[in-house]
T-cell receptor
């Protein structure tokens, strides 16, 4: 399954499939990007981050891809599990040294057993 | 480690009342911040602190005060609550400046102002 960030705020995938959640950003000077997962009634939980000098970073079952040319960030979740159901936010630091993270509005991922 | 602890979890206020949302972290993090989360708007920064005795305004500071007398605690004060302050409030901390290390969030305080 695949979503296009702010324009498709929900994504449903079958358990075991791979998920791709997309995020567009507007500031070409943005230096640092983070993906967070938020489950109902809880605070955002850090998943993975990437700096602007990288185009790919892998974690456990997750991969973040950064395309600076088109200012696009994606989160790939391999073998999606029911426990992955949550809202996923991308966040960016607008410039080096800034003290604010700017968050997107999120994508709700629903895993269908 | 408990991480970032916020109290209370829920609060209902009447317009004009004051209250303090508590936030404590046990990770010895220098950076702490407060965000509010409203439907369809993501999280927005209210105030932040880069260390004890230092605070600064974020994106939406009006109606809120903060202080940072210790590394561990970063309370958020509403002096005269307004219905527009109905929201979920999250406190977060990080080991270093947020461009160097990720933010760790508490589980939030859900505030309703009637």
């Amino acid at each position: 399954g695949e979503s296009v960030g702010l324009h498709l705020p929900t994504l449903s995938v079958q358990e075991g499939d791979n998920s791709i959640i997309n995020c567009a950003y507007s500031n070409s000077a943005s230096d640092y990007f983070i993906w967070y997962k938020q489950e109902s009634g809880k605070g955002p939980q850090f998943i993975i981050d990437i700096r602007s000098n990288m185009d790919k970073r892998q974690g456990q079952r997750v991969t973040v891809l950064l395309n600076k040319t088109v200012k696009h960030l994606s989160l790939q979740i391999a073998a999606t599990q029911p426990g992955d159901s949550a809202v996923y936010f991308c966040a960016e630091i607008p410039e080096t040294g800034a003290n604010n993270l700017f968050f997107g509005t999120g994508t709700r991922l629903t895993v269908i057993p | 480690n408990a991480g970032v602890t916020q109290t209370p979890k829920f609060q209902v206020l009447k317009t004009g009342q004051s209250m303090t949302l508590q936030c404590a972290q046990d990770m010895n993090h220098e950076y702490m911040s407060w965000y509010r989360q409203d439907p369809g708007m993501g999280l927005r920064l209210i105030h932040y602190s880069v260390g004890a005795g230092i605070t600064d305004q974020g994106e939406v500071p009006n109606g809120y005060n903060v202080s940072r007398s210790t590394t561990e605690d970063f309370p958020l004060r509403l002096l005269s609550a307004a219905p527009s302050q109905t929201s979920v409030y999250f406190c977060a901390s990080s080991e270093d400046l947020i461009g160097n290390s990720p933010l760790h969030f508490g589980n939030g305080t859900r505030l309703t102002v009637t």
